[in-house]
Protein backbone atom coordinates (compact mmCIF):
# COMPACT_ATOMS: atom_id res chain seq x y z
CA UNK A 1 0.00 0.00 0.00
CA UNK A 2 1.58 3.05 -1.02
CA UNK A 3 1.26 5.94 2.24
CA UNK A 4 2.78 9.53 1.55
CA UNK A 5 4.09 11.05 4.42
CA UNK A 6 1.92 12.02 7.28
CA UNK A 7 2.81 15.20 8.12
CA UNK A 8 3.30 16.70 4.26
CA UNK A 9 2.01 20.25 3.68
CA UNK A 10 1.27 21.98 0.82
CA UNK A 11 -0.15 25.65 -0.04
CA UNK A 12 -3.53 23.79 -0.80
CA UNK A 13 -3.56 21.02 1.68
CA UNK A 14 -2.08 18.27 2.84
CA UNK A 15 -0.75 15.28 1.07
CA UNK A 16 -3.06 12.33 0.70
CA UNK A 17 -2.19 9.72 2.82
CA UNK A 18 -3.12 7.14 -0.31
CA UNK A 19 -3.38 6.88 -3.82
CA UNK A 20 -6.98 6.90 -4.49
CA UNK A 21 -6.30 3.17 -5.99
CA UNK A 22 -5.98 2.34 -2.61
CA UNK A 23 -8.60 3.93 -1.11
CA UNK A 24 -11.42 1.81 0.96
CA UNK A 25 -14.03 3.01 -0.88
CA UNK A 26 -12.56 2.41 -4.12
CA UNK A 27 -12.68 -1.61 -3.32
CA UNK A 28 -16.04 -1.52 -2.01
CA UNK A 29 -17.30 0.36 -5.48
CA UNK A 30 -15.40 -2.19 -7.20
CA UNK A 31 -16.80 -5.15 -5.67
CA UNK A 32 -20.55 -3.46 -5.25
CA UNK A 33 -22.49 -6.56 -6.41
CA UNK A 34 -20.48 -8.56 -3.69
CA UNK A 35 -20.96 -5.83 -1.19
CA UNK A 36 -24.49 -5.28 -1.24
CA UNK A 37 -25.53 -9.11 -1.17
CA UNK A 38 -23.62 -9.45 1.78
CA UNK A 39 -25.88 -6.63 3.06
CA UNK A 40 -29.18 -8.40 1.62
CA UNK A 41 -27.75 -11.94 3.30
CA UNK A 42 -26.85 -9.83 6.95
CA UNK A 43 -30.10 -8.37 6.72
CA UNK A 44 -32.46 -11.45 6.02
CA UNK A 45 -30.74 -13.40 8.36
CA UNK A 46 -31.02 -10.80 11.35
CA UNK A 47 -34.80 -10.07 10.71
CA UNK A 48 -35.62 -14.10 10.53
CA UNK A 49 -33.65 -14.33 13.91
CA UNK A 50 -35.97 -11.31 15.31
CA UNK A 51 -39.50 -13.16 13.43
CA UNK A 52 -38.88 -16.59 14.10
CA UNK A 53 -41.83 -18.02 13.26
CA UNK A 54 -44.23 -17.32 10.03
CA UNK A 55 -46.84 -15.47 12.52
CA UNK A 56 -44.11 -13.36 13.18
CA UNK A 57 -42.80 -13.11 10.10
CA UNK A 58 -46.33 -12.16 8.12
CA UNK A 59 -47.10 -10.04 10.51
CA UNK A 60 -43.39 -8.35 9.79
CA UNK A 61 -44.54 -7.87 6.61
CA UNK A 62 -47.71 -6.42 6.68
CA UNK A 63 -46.76 -3.92 8.80
CA UNK A 64 -43.93 -2.71 6.36
CA UNK A 65 -46.54 -2.92 3.58
CA UNK A 66 -49.15 -1.18 5.42
CA UNK A 67 -46.25 1.79 6.17
CA UNK A 68 -45.24 2.17 2.49
CA UNK A 69 -48.57 2.06 0.99
CA UNK A 70 -49.50 4.78 3.41
CA UNK A 71 -45.98 6.51 2.63
CA UNK A 72 -46.97 6.46 -1.08
CA UNK A 73 -50.43 8.24 -0.78
CA UNK A 74 -49.63 10.81 1.77
CA UNK A 75 -45.79 11.97 1.51
CA UNK A 76 -44.91 10.85 -2.31
CA UNK A 77 -41.35 12.61 -3.43
CA UNK A 78 -39.32 13.28 -6.97
CA UNK A 79 -37.00 11.12 -6.16
CA UNK A 80 -39.19 7.70 -5.65
CA UNK A 81 -38.92 5.16 -8.51
CA UNK A 82 -41.26 5.67 -10.75
CA UNK A 83 -42.07 1.54 -9.95
CA UNK A 84 -43.22 2.14 -6.71
CA UNK A 85 -46.64 1.89 -6.22
CA UNK A 86 -46.42 -1.41 -8.30
CA UNK A 87 -44.02 -2.89 -6.59
CA UNK A 88 -46.01 -2.66 -3.01
CA UNK A 89 -49.17 -3.81 -4.98
CA UNK A 90 -47.02 -6.79 -6.19
CA UNK A 91 -46.40 -7.63 -2.57
CA UNK A 92 -49.89 -7.16 -1.39
CA UNK A 93 -50.76 -9.61 -3.98
CA UNK A 94 -48.12 -12.38 -2.52
CA UNK A 95 -49.29 -12.00 0.53
CA UNK A 96 -52.71 -12.71 0.06
CA UNK A 97 -51.97 -15.83 -1.89
CA UNK A 98 -50.39 -17.05 1.17
CA UNK A 99 -52.91 -16.50 3.79
CA UNK A 100 -55.69 -17.51 0.60
CA UNK A 101 -53.73 -20.80 -0.67
CA UNK A 102 -56.59 -24.06 -0.61
CA UNK A 103 -54.54 -26.19 -2.91
CA UNK A 104 -51.98 -27.54 -0.22
CA UNK A 105 -52.87 -28.35 3.36
CA UNK A 106 -50.68 -29.75 6.45
CA UNK A 107 -47.71 -29.42 7.31
CA UNK A 108 -46.94 -29.36 2.83
CA UNK A 109 -48.81 -25.85 3.25
CA UNK A 110 -46.71 -24.12 6.11
CA UNK A 111 -43.68 -25.12 4.66
CA UNK A 112 -44.92 -23.83 1.55
CA UNK A 113 -45.66 -20.30 2.86
CA UNK A 114 -42.68 -19.78 4.49
CA UNK A 115 -40.81 -20.22 1.97
CA UNK A 116 -43.04 -17.99 0.53
CA UNK A 117 -42.76 -15.28 3.06
CA UNK A 118 -38.89 -15.33 3.20
CA UNK A 119 -38.92 -14.94 -0.60
CA UNK A 120 -40.91 -11.80 -0.05
CA UNK A 121 -38.78 -10.69 2.83
CA UNK A 122 -35.62 -11.05 0.74
CA UNK A 123 -37.36 -9.13 -2.20
CA UNK A 124 -38.07 -5.96 0.06
CA UNK A 125 -34.74 -5.88 1.66
CA UNK A 126 -33.17 -5.85 -2.00
CA UNK A 127 -35.04 -4.12 -3.00
CA UNK A 128 -33.78 -1.44 -0.21
CA UNK A 129 -30.22 -2.54 0.11
CA UNK A 130 -29.92 -1.69 -3.79
CA UNK A 131 -31.87 1.79 -2.96
CA UNK A 132 -29.50 2.40 0.09
CA UNK A 133 -26.23 2.22 -2.09
CA UNK A 134 -23.91 4.30 -3.09
CA UNK A 135 -22.88 5.13 -6.81
CA UNK A 136 -19.38 6.31 -5.95
CA UNK A 137 -17.05 6.24 -8.78
CA UNK A 138 -13.16 7.71 -8.20
CA UNK A 139 -13.87 9.53 -11.53
CA UNK A 140 -16.86 11.51 -10.73
CA UNK A 141 -15.42 12.08 -7.30
CA UNK A 142 -12.27 13.75 -8.52
CA UNK A 143 -14.45 15.95 -11.16
CA UNK A 144 -16.93 17.08 -8.31
CA UNK A 145 -14.27 17.35 -5.78
CA UNK A 146 -12.63 19.79 -8.63
CA UNK A 147 -15.95 21.48 -9.38
CA UNK A 148 -16.33 22.60 -5.61
CA UNK A 149 -12.78 24.00 -5.03
CA UNK A 150 -12.93 25.76 -8.21
CA UNK A 151 -16.08 27.01 -7.52
CA UNK A 152 -16.23 28.46 -4.00
CA UNK A 153 -11.96 29.56 -5.09
CA UNK A 154 -13.52 31.92 -7.82
CA UNK A 155 -16.38 32.91 -5.41
CA UNK A 156 -14.36 33.92 -3.18
CA UNK A 157 -11.30 35.56 -5.08
CA UNK A 158 -14.24 37.40 -6.80
CA UNK A 159 -15.41 39.15 -3.49
CA UNK A 160 -11.68 40.06 -2.60
CA UNK A 161 -10.22 41.15 -5.98
CA UNK A 162 -11.24 43.58 -8.09
CA UNK A 163 -12.21 43.32 -12.03
CA UNK A 164 -11.41 41.04 -14.51
CA UNK A 165 -8.82 39.32 -12.56
CA UNK A 166 -10.99 38.24 -9.94
CA UNK A 167 -12.23 35.29 -11.98
CA UNK A 168 -8.69 33.90 -12.59
CA UNK A 169 -6.87 34.73 -9.26
CA UNK A 170 -5.56 32.44 -6.96
CA UNK A 171 -4.49 35.02 -4.37
CA UNK A 172 -6.93 33.73 -1.91
CA UNK A 173 -7.86 30.26 -0.87
CA UNK A 174 -10.42 28.72 0.35
CA UNK A 175 -8.17 28.15 3.92
CA UNK A 176 -8.82 31.79 4.06
CA UNK A 177 -12.78 31.88 4.48
CA UNK A 178 -13.11 28.45 6.37
CA UNK A 179 -10.45 27.71 9.18
CA UNK A 180 -9.68 24.12 10.12
CA UNK A 181 -8.64 23.59 13.90
CA UNK A 182 -7.86 20.71 16.30
CA UNK A 183 -6.54 17.75 16.14
CA UNK A 184 -5.75 16.73 12.73
CA UNK A 185 -2.16 15.42 12.46
CA UNK A 186 -3.48 12.73 14.97
CA UNK A 187 -6.65 12.09 12.62
CA UNK A 188 -3.95 11.38 10.14
CA UNK A 189 -2.05 9.00 11.38
CA UNK A 190 -4.98 7.19 13.06
CA UNK A 191 -6.85 6.92 9.41
CA UNK A 192 -3.72 4.66 8.34
CA UNK A 193 -3.96 2.60 11.17
CA UNK A 194 -7.84 1.70 11.37
CA UNK A 195 -11.21 3.01 10.64
CA UNK A 196 -12.27 6.25 11.01
CA UNK A 197 -16.38 7.39 12.44
CA UNK A 198 -16.69 11.30 11.96
CA UNK A 199 -19.32 12.55 13.61
CA UNK A 200 -20.13 16.41 12.99
CA UNK A 201 -22.92 18.74 14.62
CA UNK A 202 -25.61 19.32 12.01
CA UNK A 203 -27.31 22.24 10.99
CA UNK A 204 -27.16 22.63 7.51
CA UNK A 205 -28.05 21.06 4.18
CA UNK A 206 -24.32 22.03 3.26
CA UNK A 207 -22.71 20.55 6.08
CA UNK A 208 -22.04 17.58 3.79
CA UNK A 209 -20.23 19.28 0.85
CA UNK A 210 -18.39 21.29 3.79
CA UNK A 211 -17.25 17.87 5.44
CA UNK A 212 -16.64 16.46 1.93
CA UNK A 213 -13.67 19.46 0.98
CA UNK A 214 -12.09 19.16 4.67
CA UNK A 215 -11.61 15.51 4.11
CA UNK A 216 -9.94 16.20 0.61
CA UNK A 217 -8.25 19.20 2.15
CA UNK A 218 -6.92 16.84 4.98
CA UNK A 219 -5.76 14.26 2.30
CA UNK A 220 -7.78 11.64 4.10
CA UNK A 221 -9.44 9.18 1.64
CA UNK A 222 -13.32 9.82 0.67
CA UNK A 223 -15.84 9.01 3.54
CA UNK A 224 -19.38 7.35 3.34
CA UNK A 225 -22.08 8.83 4.73
CA UNK A 226 -25.41 8.99 4.77
CA UNK A 227 -27.57 11.78 2.88
CA UNK A 228 -31.12 11.95 3.51
CA UNK A 229 -32.80 11.03 0.64
CA UNK A 230 -34.69 13.86 -0.12
CA UNK A 231 -31.39 15.84 -0.69
CA UNK A 232 -31.55 14.03 -4.49
CA UNK A 233 -34.91 15.83 -5.49
CA UNK A 234 -32.76 18.43 -5.64
CA UNK A 235 -30.50 18.53 -8.97
CA UNK A 236 -27.15 20.04 -7.79
CA UNK A 237 -27.46 18.40 -4.17
CA UNK A 238 -28.11 15.20 -6.16
CA UNK A 239 -25.09 15.01 -8.83
CA UNK A 240 -22.66 16.10 -5.70
CA UNK A 241 -24.40 13.31 -3.79
CA UNK A 242 -23.79 10.71 -5.95
CA UNK A 243 -20.56 12.11 -7.27
CA UNK A 244 -19.17 11.74 -3.64
CA UNK A 245 -20.77 8.31 -3.05
CA UNK A 246 -22.90 8.74 -0.43
CA UNK A 247 -25.90 6.02 0.31
CA UNK A 248 -29.28 6.82 0.79
CA UNK A 249 -31.08 7.21 3.95
CA UNK A 250 -34.98 7.81 3.70
CA UNK A 251 -36.39 8.70 6.97
CA UNK A 252 -39.89 8.27 5.86
CA UNK A 253 -39.38 4.76 6.10
CA UNK A 254 -39.71 3.48 9.97
CA UNK A 255 -40.14 -0.17 9.41
CA UNK A 256 -38.14 -2.62 11.04
CA UNK A 257 -36.84 -4.60 7.48
CA UNK A 258 -35.57 -0.95 6.22
CA UNK A 259 -34.33 -0.09 9.44
CA UNK A 260 -32.14 -3.30 9.71
CA UNK A 261 -31.00 -3.13 6.16
CA UNK A 262 -29.61 0.18 6.54
CA UNK A 263 -27.62 -0.63 10.11
CA UNK A 264 -26.25 -3.84 7.48
CA UNK A 265 -24.95 -1.91 5.44
CA UNK A 266 -23.70 0.98 7.73
CA UNK A 267 -22.01 -2.48 9.54
CA UNK A 268 -20.49 -3.98 6.43
CA UNK A 269 -19.23 -0.68 4.95
CA UNK A 270 -17.01 -0.25 8.29
CA UNK A 271 -15.92 -4.13 8.37
CA UNK A 272 -15.13 -3.24 4.69
CA UNK A 273 -12.23 -0.83 6.11
CA UNK A 274 -14.91 2.19 4.69
CA UNK A 275 -14.48 5.57 6.64
CA UNK A 276 -17.86 6.74 7.45
CA UNK A 277 -19.68 9.92 8.56
CA UNK A 278 -22.67 9.72 10.67
CA UNK A 279 -24.98 13.02 11.78
CA UNK A 280 -25.36 11.51 15.30
CA UNK A 281 -28.07 13.98 15.85
CA UNK A 282 -30.00 12.33 13.03
CA UNK A 283 -30.80 15.51 11.23
CA UNK A 284 -30.58 19.28 11.16
CA UNK A 285 -30.44 20.97 14.79
CA UNK A 286 -34.30 22.86 14.58
CA UNK A 287 -33.53 25.08 17.51
CA UNK A 288 -30.13 26.12 16.44
CA UNK A 289 -28.84 24.42 19.69
CA UNK A 290 -25.56 21.92 19.73
CA UNK A 291 -26.88 18.33 20.38
CA UNK A 292 -28.11 17.30 23.37
CA UNK A 293 -29.71 14.35 22.42
CA UNK A 294 -27.76 11.73 20.05
CA UNK A 295 -29.29 9.31 17.42
CA UNK A 296 -27.28 5.53 18.21
CA UNK A 297 -28.63 3.86 15.50
CA UNK A 298 -25.74 3.79 13.15
CA UNK A 299 -23.32 4.10 16.29
CA UNK A 300 -24.27 1.23 17.56
CA UNK A 301 -23.60 -0.62 14.08
CA UNK A 302 -19.69 0.67 14.52
CA UNK A 303 -19.61 -0.75 18.12
CA UNK A 304 -21.19 -4.14 16.56
CA UNK A 305 -18.70 -3.99 13.85
CA UNK A 306 -15.72 -3.41 16.17
CA UNK A 307 -16.46 -6.38 18.35
CA UNK A 308 -16.98 -8.45 15.22
CA UNK A 309 -13.53 -6.96 13.94
CA UNK A 310 -12.33 -9.10 16.83
CA UNK A 311 -13.61 -11.98 16.34
CA UNK A 312 -12.43 -12.25 12.81
CA UNK A 313 -8.83 -11.89 14.35
CA UNK A 314 -9.32 -14.89 16.86
CA UNK A 315 -9.98 -16.55 14.04
CA UNK A 316 -7.45 -15.27 11.26
CA UNK A 317 -5.32 -14.46 13.81
CA UNK A 318 -4.07 -11.21 12.60
CA UNK A 319 -4.70 -7.91 14.48
CA UNK A 320 -7.93 -6.53 14.96
CA UNK A 321 -8.98 -3.43 13.06
CA UNK A 322 -9.82 -1.13 15.37
CA UNK A 323 -12.55 1.72 14.64
CA UNK A 324 -12.02 5.52 16.34
CA UNK A 325 -14.52 7.71 16.50
CA UNK A 326 -13.78 12.14 15.86
CA UNK A 327 -15.83 14.64 17.11
CA UNK A 328 -16.16 17.35 14.67
CA UNK A 329 -18.10 20.75 15.32
CA UNK A 330 -19.17 22.81 12.26
CA UNK A 331 -19.38 26.89 12.95
CA UNK A 332 -21.36 28.96 10.63
CA UNK A 333 -22.13 33.02 11.50
CA UNK A 334 -25.30 32.11 10.17
CA UNK A 335 -27.51 29.07 8.30
CA UNK A 336 -29.49 29.75 5.34
CA UNK A 337 -32.38 27.46 7.03
CA UNK A 338 -32.57 28.96 9.84
CA UNK A 339 -35.94 30.81 9.84
CA UNK A 340 -37.80 27.73 8.50
CA UNK A 341 -36.07 25.45 11.22
CA UNK A 342 -36.81 27.05 14.30
CA UNK A 343 -40.55 27.32 13.14
CA UNK A 344 -40.59 24.13 12.59
CA UNK A 345 -39.11 23.31 15.88
CA UNK A 346 -41.53 26.10 17.62
CA UNK A 347 -45.00 24.26 16.22
CA UNK A 348 -43.64 20.56 17.05
CA UNK A 349 -42.60 22.07 20.82
CA UNK A 350 -45.90 24.11 21.22
CA UNK A 351 -47.96 21.22 20.06
CA UNK A 352 -49.72 23.18 17.55
CA UNK A 353 -49.62 21.22 14.94
CA UNK A 354 -48.04 18.23 12.84
CA UNK A 355 -45.70 19.77 10.35
CA UNK A 356 -44.66 18.76 7.04
CA UNK A 357 -40.56 19.71 6.35
CA UNK A 358 -40.02 22.67 4.74
CA UNK A 359 -36.83 23.54 3.11
CA UNK A 360 -35.36 26.98 2.17
CA UNK A 361 -33.18 24.24 -0.21
CA UNK A 362 -36.11 24.06 -2.70
CA UNK A 363 -34.26 24.93 -6.37
CA UNK A 364 -30.36 25.27 -7.12
CA UNK A 365 -30.54 28.30 -8.00
CA UNK A 366 -31.35 29.44 -4.10
CA UNK A 367 -28.42 27.16 -3.44
CA UNK A 368 -25.89 29.11 -5.90
CA UNK A 369 -27.35 32.38 -4.46
CA UNK A 370 -26.47 31.68 -0.91
CA UNK A 371 -23.07 30.41 -1.84
CA UNK A 372 -21.98 33.93 -3.64
CA UNK A 373 -23.84 35.46 -0.24
CA UNK A 374 -21.84 33.84 1.76
CA UNK A 375 -18.81 34.31 -0.78
CA UNK A 376 -18.58 37.67 -1.22
CA UNK A 377 -19.24 38.77 2.49
CA UNK A 378 -17.11 38.92 5.15
CA UNK A 379 -18.55 35.45 7.14
CA UNK A 380 -16.12 32.75 8.18
CA UNK A 381 -16.61 28.95 8.74
CA UNK A 382 -14.63 27.03 11.53
CA UNK A 383 -14.61 23.46 11.85
CA UNK A 384 -12.98 21.80 14.67
CA UNK A 385 -11.97 18.31 15.15
CA UNK A 386 -12.22 17.03 18.83
CA UNK A 387 -9.71 14.31 20.19
CA UNK A 388 -10.68 10.87 18.70
CA UNK A 389 -11.90 8.48 21.03
CA UNK A 390 -11.79 4.49 21.05
CA UNK A 391 -15.60 3.14 20.59
CA UNK A 392 -16.10 3.17 24.45
CA UNK A 393 -15.35 7.35 24.37
CA UNK A 394 -11.76 6.76 25.44
CA UNK A 395 -9.13 8.55 24.28
CA UNK A 396 -6.51 7.08 22.20
CA UNK A 397 -3.34 8.74 21.01
CA UNK A 398 -1.58 9.11 17.62
CA UNK A 399 -0.45 5.28 17.04
CA UNK A 400 -4.35 4.26 17.93
CA UNK A 401 -4.04 2.90 21.56
CA UNK A 402 -7.01 3.74 24.20
CA UNK A 403 -5.78 5.57 27.05
CA UNK A 404 -7.82 6.16 30.48
CA UNK A 405 -8.32 9.36 32.41
CA UNK A 406 -4.83 8.64 34.01
CA UNK A 407 -3.46 8.19 30.40
CA UNK A 408 -2.52 4.33 31.06
CA UNK A 409 -2.95 1.70 28.14
CA UNK A 410 -6.37 -0.14 28.18
CA UNK A 411 -7.24 -3.16 25.92
CA UNK A 412 -10.09 -2.74 24.53
CA UNK A 413 -10.77 -6.00 23.48
CA UNK A 414 -11.55 -6.86 27.30
CA UNK A 415 -14.44 -4.89 26.90
CA UNK A 416 -15.89 -7.32 24.17
CA UNK A 417 -15.21 -10.59 26.57
CA UNK A 418 -16.83 -12.61 28.80
CA UNK A 419 -13.94 -14.62 30.40
CA UNK A 420 -11.07 -14.86 27.85
CA UNK A 421 -13.68 -15.32 24.74
CA UNK A 422 -15.14 -12.77 22.85
CA UNK A 423 -19.33 -12.59 23.28
CA UNK A 424 -22.18 -11.02 21.41
CA UNK A 425 -24.50 -9.06 24.27
CA UNK A 426 -26.28 -6.71 23.17
CA UNK A 427 -27.01 -5.39 26.19
CA UNK A 428 -23.87 -4.73 27.01
CA UNK A 429 -23.07 -3.30 23.96
CA UNK A 430 -26.12 -0.75 23.90
CA UNK A 431 -24.81 0.17 27.04
CA UNK A 432 -21.17 1.09 25.35
CA UNK A 433 -22.96 2.80 22.83
CA UNK A 434 -25.03 5.28 25.40
CA UNK A 435 -21.29 5.74 26.63
CA UNK A 436 -19.83 6.67 23.17
CA UNK A 437 -22.36 9.13 22.74
CA UNK A 438 -21.89 11.20 26.30
CA UNK A 439 -18.44 11.68 25.72
CA UNK A 440 -19.24 13.08 21.78
CA UNK A 441 -21.52 15.62 23.28
CA UNK A 442 -19.12 16.26 25.77
CA UNK A 443 -16.47 16.82 22.88
CA UNK A 444 -19.14 19.24 20.96
CA UNK A 445 -19.65 21.63 23.85
CA UNK A 446 -15.57 21.44 24.64
CA UNK A 447 -14.89 22.23 21.33
CA UNK A 448 -17.50 24.62 19.88
CA UNK A 449 -15.84 27.40 18.90
CA UNK A 450 -17.68 30.77 20.07
CA UNK A 451 -17.84 33.27 17.30
CA UNK A 452 -18.89 37.02 18.21
CA UNK A 453 -22.52 36.45 16.20
CA UNK A 454 -22.93 34.08 18.43
CA UNK A 455 -22.59 35.83 21.45
CA UNK A 456 -24.38 38.98 20.10
CA UNK A 457 -27.30 36.79 19.58
CA UNK A 458 -27.49 35.52 22.91
CA UNK A 459 -26.95 38.56 24.90
CA UNK A 460 -29.48 40.11 22.76
CA UNK A 461 -32.49 37.59 23.43
CA UNK A 462 -31.80 37.16 26.81
CA UNK A 463 -31.84 41.15 27.55
CA UNK A 464 -35.62 41.35 25.91
CA UNK A 465 -36.38 37.74 27.95
CA UNK A 466 -35.17 39.64 31.17
CA UNK A 467 -37.89 42.39 30.71
CA UNK A 468 -41.21 39.96 30.40
CA UNK A 469 -40.16 37.49 33.02
CA UNK A 470 -43.99 36.72 33.27
CA UNK A 471 -44.07 35.73 29.44
CA UNK A 472 -43.36 31.98 28.74
CA UNK A 473 -41.06 31.58 25.13
CA UNK A 474 -44.54 31.91 22.68
CA UNK A 475 -46.00 34.80 24.55
CA UNK A 476 -42.79 36.71 24.26
CA UNK A 477 -41.82 35.38 20.36
CA UNK A 478 -45.29 37.76 19.72
CA UNK A 479 -44.25 40.95 21.27
CA UNK A 480 -44.47 44.05 19.66
CA UNK A 481 -41.35 45.70 18.08
CA UNK A 482 -41.33 48.74 20.24
CA UNK A 483 -40.74 46.62 23.43
CA UNK A 484 -37.78 44.71 21.53
CA UNK A 485 -35.34 47.66 21.39
CA UNK A 486 -32.31 47.31 23.62
CA UNK A 487 -30.11 50.87 24.61
CA UNK A 488 -26.64 50.50 23.26
CA UNK A 489 -25.33 50.77 26.86
CA UNK A 490 -26.88 48.17 28.74
CA UNK A 491 -26.23 45.65 25.17
CA UNK A 492 -22.51 46.49 25.70
CA UNK A 493 -22.15 46.23 29.53
CA UNK A 494 -24.24 42.56 29.56
CA UNK A 495 -22.47 41.10 26.36
CA UNK A 496 -18.71 42.24 27.95
CA UNK A 497 -20.07 40.32 31.31
CA UNK A 498 -20.87 37.26 28.88
CA UNK A 499 -17.77 37.37 27.07
CA UNK A 500 -15.83 37.18 30.19
CA UNK A 501 -17.56 34.72 31.17
CA UNK A 502 -16.81 32.44 27.65
CA UNK A 503 -12.73 33.65 28.36
CA UNK A 504 -13.20 31.96 31.77
CA UNK A 505 -14.52 28.19 30.62
CA UNK A 506 -12.42 29.21 27.17
CA UNK A 507 -9.06 28.44 30.09
CA UNK A 508 -10.58 25.79 31.30
CA UNK A 509 -10.71 24.48 28.36
CA UNK A 510 -14.86 23.87 28.28
CA UNK A 511 -15.20 26.03 25.37
CA UNK A 512 -13.12 27.40 22.11
CA UNK A 513 -13.20 30.53 20.64
CA UNK A 514 -12.44 32.70 17.53
CA UNK A 515 -9.55 35.22 17.59
CA UNK A 516 -12.19 37.89 16.80
CA UNK A 517 -13.74 37.13 20.28
CA UNK A 518 -10.83 39.14 21.43
CA UNK A 519 -11.11 42.88 20.00
CA UNK A 520 -12.26 45.98 22.00
CA UNK A 521 -16.22 45.22 22.61
CA UNK A 522 -17.22 48.24 20.34
CA UNK A 523 -15.43 45.78 17.54
CA UNK A 524 -17.09 42.41 18.53
CA UNK A 525 -20.28 44.23 18.94
CA UNK A 526 -20.05 45.91 15.20
CA UNK A 527 -18.84 42.42 14.09
CA UNK A 528 -21.20 40.24 15.47
CA UNK A 529 -24.42 42.11 14.08
CA UNK A 530 -22.66 42.33 10.79
CA UNK A 531 -22.31 38.59 10.79
CA UNK A 532 -25.27 37.14 12.08
CA UNK A 533 -27.71 35.93 10.35
CA UNK A 534 -26.25 38.07 7.20
CA UNK A 535 -28.31 36.14 4.29
CA UNK A 536 -31.75 36.37 5.95
CA UNK A 537 -34.28 38.84 4.25
CA UNK A 538 -35.21 39.88 7.80
CA UNK A 539 -32.18 40.46 9.81
CA UNK A 540 -32.06 38.64 13.54
CA UNK A 541 -29.84 41.58 14.23
CA UNK A 542 -29.42 45.70 13.56
CA UNK A 543 -28.01 48.67 15.17
CA UNK A 544 -29.62 52.10 14.12
CA UNK A 545 -27.42 54.03 12.19
CA UNK A 546 -26.64 56.64 15.39
CA UNK A 547 -25.63 53.83 17.50
CA UNK A 548 -27.44 53.78 19.98
CA UNK A 549 -30.65 51.13 19.67
CA UNK A 550 -30.09 47.26 18.87
CA UNK A 551 -33.17 45.93 17.32
CA UNK A 552 -34.20 43.13 15.82
CA UNK A 553 -36.31 42.23 12.37
CA UNK A 554 -37.45 38.53 13.61
CA UNK A 555 -37.80 37.62 16.64
CA UNK A 556 -37.94 33.92 15.97
CA UNK A 557 -34.67 33.67 14.39
CA UNK A 558 -32.72 35.59 16.80
CA UNK A 559 -33.74 33.22 19.39
CA UNK A 560 -32.46 30.26 16.96
CA UNK A 561 -29.01 32.07 17.01
CA UNK A 562 -29.57 32.60 20.54
CA UNK A 563 -29.61 28.74 21.54
CA UNK A 564 -25.88 28.09 19.50
CA UNK A 565 -24.77 29.06 23.80
CA UNK A 566 -27.66 27.30 25.61
CA UNK A 567 -25.95 24.77 27.84
CA UNK A 568 -22.69 27.25 29.00
CA UNK A 569 -24.36 28.48 32.00
CA UNK A 570 -24.59 32.12 30.79
CA UNK A 571 -28.35 32.64 31.74
CA UNK A 572 -27.19 33.62 35.64
CA UNK A 573 -26.17 37.59 34.17
CA UNK A 574 -29.58 37.85 33.19
CA UNK A 575 -31.24 36.94 36.51
CA UNK A 576 -35.11 37.96 35.70
CA UNK A 577 -36.56 40.11 38.15
CA UNK A 578 -40.16 38.77 40.00
CA UNK A 579 -42.87 39.89 37.45
CA UNK A 580 -44.68 41.83 40.14
CA UNK A 581 -41.42 44.13 40.56
CA UNK A 582 -41.45 43.98 37.26
CA UNK A 583 -45.13 44.88 36.41
CA UNK A 584 -44.49 48.34 38.88
CA UNK A 585 -41.67 49.38 37.28
CA UNK A 586 -43.07 49.35 34.15
Not at 163 to 190: A, H, M, P, Q, T
Not at 347 to 376: A, C, N
Not at 461 to 471: A, E, N, S, T, V
Not at 555 to 561: E, K, P, R, V
Amino acid sequence: MKLFSKNTRTNSGYEPILTHKHWPVVRLSQQQDKFVQEVINESVDRLLHSAPNLEALIDELETTLFRERLRIRQNPWLVDPEDEEAFWKNIKQRLLDISTQQLRSGQFLQSWQQEQARVILKDIVSRYAHEISSNFKPSKYRMARSMVTFGFSRLLNASRVKGFRSFLSNEYSLRDKINIVGEVEILRSLAQKGTIIMVPTHFSNLDSILIGWVIHELGLPPFIYGAGLNLFNIKIFAYFMNSLGAYKVDRRKKNELYIETLKSYSRQAIRWGCHSLFFPGGTRSRSGRLEDKLKLGLLGTAMEAQRLNYEESEKSGKPAEKIFVVPVVLNYHFVLEAPSLIRDYLVQEGQERYYIESDEYSTSSKIIKFLFQFFTEGSDISVSFGKPMDMLGNEVNEEGLSLDKYGRHISLREYFCSGDQITRDTQREQEYTRMLGEAILQSFHKNNRVFASHLVAFTAFQLIRQKFPYLDLYNLLRIPEEDQLIRYEDFQKALEQVREEIFRQHRAGKVDISPHLKQDIDRVIEHGINNVGLYHTRRPLLMDKEKNRIYTQDLNTLYYYHNRMVGYGLEKFFQQKPARQQLIEE
